[in-house]
């Protein structure tokens, strides 16, 4: 009786954590949504992506309890996100950007520019963010703001 009891309260919160993440599409791009702390985290890409890509500072999606369009964040980049993506050319990541996983870029080949709206990148030279590329890291500052780069 007490295994039942344990399986299905287990089970049960199974269910729950995986409620708390929603995966969505937002114009083209996957999203990961922690739909408890309202953020989304931009997914390991499935398409090819060609060009110049601005990640979007913040997502929309349809919640499907409410049927209200709800607006979140995006507040970091997945582990190799957009790794192996051999036609992109340049990035731009918002400011409210502020984890990027590891290989995120990597083997970019055609990777050339990555323009940063906050610090983040500064330390980029010694993540494995760029791991196969020949990116030049950009930083786009609104006047009165400077960067310290180490």
Not at 32 to 42: N, R, Y
Request: charged share 20%; with cysteine.
């Amino acid at each position: 009786m007490k295994k039942w009891f344990l399986l299905i309260l287990l089970s049960i919160s199974m269910m729950m954590a995986q409620a708390a993440v929603k995966h969505v599409q937002y114009k083209g791009l996957s999203y990961t949504v922690d739909t408890e702390s309202q953020v989304a985290q931009l997914s390991r890409q499935t398409v090819i992506i060609k060009g110049d890509l601005p990640i979007t500072e913040m997502i929309k999606y349809k919640d499907k309890a409410s049927g209200k369009y709800i607006s979140v964040p995006v507040t970091s980049i997945a582990d190799g996100a957009l790794e192996g993506q051999k036609k992109l050319k340049s990035l731009y990541i918002p400011a409210s950007v502020v984890e990027i996983g590891d290989y995120a870029f990597a083997n970019c080949k055609r990777l050339r520019h990555i323009y940063f709206a906050s610090s983040l990148g500064a330390n980029a030279s010694q993540m494995t963010w760029l791991s196969g590329t020949k990116a030049n890291i950009h930083f786009v500052l609104m006047p009165g703001e400077s960067i310290s780069i180490p």
